[in-house]
């Protein structure tokens, strides 16, 4: 029996992904009249629609790549059924659009705006340079983060585009990158703006392990970083080195003379590069924010920005515009080159990932066998190494060192449902199916319908020779995944022996 890690690759591989081109008519299903393209984000298209049913008009968001499991393309989920705030876009509904069910779309509140990049890059043109506006319209970013730390849950992409401006008020969007609490399904870090606006500790393309606190500092981080942005109209970092690396940067003042010290000192705290010497919480976070904006606008109250200086670019520029592009062969070469001229260990991170990406299991295992001493080591990556090499070792059959390994993580993180799902992996391998099951049901109960629990879940109770259970979670991962091959496989042959 194939690993339950390994079932899951498969099944992605099988499912083409679609991209979405619009009807003639603009009709998507018999649920929305598709009016005007707003705009692609880093996750998708969005379009201005109205509903059918009741003409109100929204924005749809069509993910990018169709065809993947639901939990791939679900945005911003825990906001569904939430009360509204001001300050963060509103999600009303999201599923494959009825009757064909051939598009996933999710459906939100439609907000006439600009995103607050359009807004800085075209400043010369006319954005009020008003510190009064600009730091007003940060801390209604600030509360609408609140909002999502109150309900739980991290945003983990915020940035000027993420940001929509009408007048004086902004509203957060495109939670593509969000996080709820003991989310299994972790998105990656790969977009170049969203990397210049991480926090170090979550730069890299794995963010397994991360506690809910950890997390929340990283969107600190990234709240420091966007005001930087703002206040002095370039950003700190250039490449994903330099942020992984925290290397120096020029503080907002030498940048930026009308900025106060008050505000320096916001930002800088914010980016710190030890995430305990950061503010704690956002309610924090607000209250310095809110005595900064005081003291700007006793101390200058018109924004003068400053010539941006020059770029500066290396080894990581080009790897992340080779992942943004999913030539994962291209970023393993120069990431390897990197890693053997220099034994960076996020280089060794960034070739691992892509091989993994690549499905080169056994390159990606070799290379970190051959560099088991960095593995061993403290560093910034050390856990994100493991994540990877647990990762190799179930693709390759090492159950007994992926068992090992798998011990000594949950040693260190808990039983994360990442881990857990991993070790139902393990004990699928060994013909424990029945304590494979219990753990699945568990997850099943925690996050229901997932659709590749589901089908963990179908292909242990085939293995228990229980098919009426597998053909009731069969039917449930069938809503989920419509028209996934694999299940109708499996229907047909159900079909045969009497069994729907």
């Known amino acids: 029996?194939?690993?339950?890690?390994?079932?899951?690759?498969?099944?992605?591989?099988?499912?083409?992904?679609?991209?979405?081109?619009?009807?003639?008519?603009?009709?998507?299903?018999n649920r929305y009249e598709l009016l005007e393209p707003l705009g692609d984000g880093s996750h998708g298209t969005v379009w201005r629609a109205m509903r059918a049913e009741d003409s109100k008009i929204v924005a749809v968001k069509i993910p990018r790549a169709q065809g993947e499991s639901t939990e791939y393309l679900e945005e911003g989920t825990p906001l569904i059924g939430q009360p509204a705030h001001p300050n963060v876009v509103a999600i009303y509904w999201m599923d494959w659009v009825p009757p064909t069910r051939e598009y996933f779309a999710i459906e939100m509140e439609y907000f006439p705006s600009s995103t607050l990049a359009e807004l800085l890059d075209s400043s010369n043109g006319g954005f009020v340079k008003s510190y009064a506006k600009l730091l007003g319209l940060y801390e209604q970013v600030l509360a609408g983060v609140a909002y999502l730390h109150e309900i739980g849950m991290c945003h983990g992409d915020i940035k000027p585009h993420n940001i929509l401006v009408s007048g004086d008020s902004a509203k957060i969007t495109d939670f593509g990158s969000s996080v709820w609490p003991e989310d299994m399904y972790a998105r990656t870090r790969e977009n170049g703006g969203t990397i210049l606006y991480s926090a170090p500790e979550l730069a890299s393309t794995l963010r397994r392990g991360r506690s809910m606190q950890e997390l929340f500092l990283g969107d600190i981080y990234s709240l420091g970083v966007l005001l930087y942005h703002i206040v002095t109209g370039d950003l700190p970092h250039d490449t994903l080195n330099q942020v992984v690396s925290h290397a120096p940067f020029r503080r907002p003042r030498e940048l930026n003379s009308s900025v106060c010290p008050a505000v320096e000192e916001v930002i800088l705290r914010c980016m710190s590069q030890k995430p305990e010497e950061r503010y704690q919480?956002?309610?924090?976070?607000?209250?310095?924010?809110?005595?900064?904006?005081?003291?700007?606008?006793?101390?200058?109250?018109?924004?003068?920005?400053?010539?941006?200086?020059?770029?500066?670019l290396d080894w990581s520029t080009d790897v992340v515009e080779?992942?943004?592009?999913?030539?994962?062969?291209?970023?393993?070469?120069i990431a390897r080159e990197e890693f053997e001229a220099t034994g960076n260990p996020h280089a060794l991170l960034i070739m691992v990932n892509a091989s993994l990406r690549a499905k080169r299991y056994f390159e990606a295992l070799d290379a970190l066998d051959k560099n088991k001493t960095i593995i061993d080591s403290e560093s910034k990556v050390q856990s994100d190494l493991q994540f990877a090499l647990l990762k190799a070792l179930l693709e390759t059959r090492g159950i007994a060192r992926a068992e090992k390994l798998l011990t000594n993580l949950m040693a260190k993180f808990g039983e994360t449902p990442d881990l857990l799902f991993k070790q139902a992996s393990i004990l699928g391998a060994q013909a424990k199916y029945e304590d494979a099951c219990t753990i699945l049901l568990r997850l099943n109960r925690d996050f229901p319908n997932r659709p590749e629990l589901l089908k963990r879940i179908v292909t242990v109770y085939e293995q228990l020779r229980d098919v009426q259970r597998a053909s009731a979670f069969l039917k449930a991962y069938e809503r989920q995944v419509p028209a996934d091959p694999w299940a109708i496989a499996i229907r047909e042959r159900y079909s045969l022996i009497g069994i729907r």
Do not use: C, W
Not at 281 to 309: C, F, G, M, N
Not at 322 to 333: H, I, K, V
């Open 1 to 29: 029996m194939a690993t339950l890690e390994s079932q899951g690759a498969n099944h992605n591989m099988s499912v083409s992904k679609r991209f979405f081109i619009p009807r003639e008519d603009r009709k998507l299903g």
């Open 281 to 312: 919480t956002i309610s924090e976070l607000i209250e310095a924010a809110s005595r900064a904006r005081k003291a700007q606008i006793d101390y200058v109250p018109e924004k003068l920005i400053s010539r941006p200086r020059e770029r500066t």
């Open 322 to 333: 080779y992942l943004q592009q999913s030539d994962y062969a291209r970023a393993e070469a």
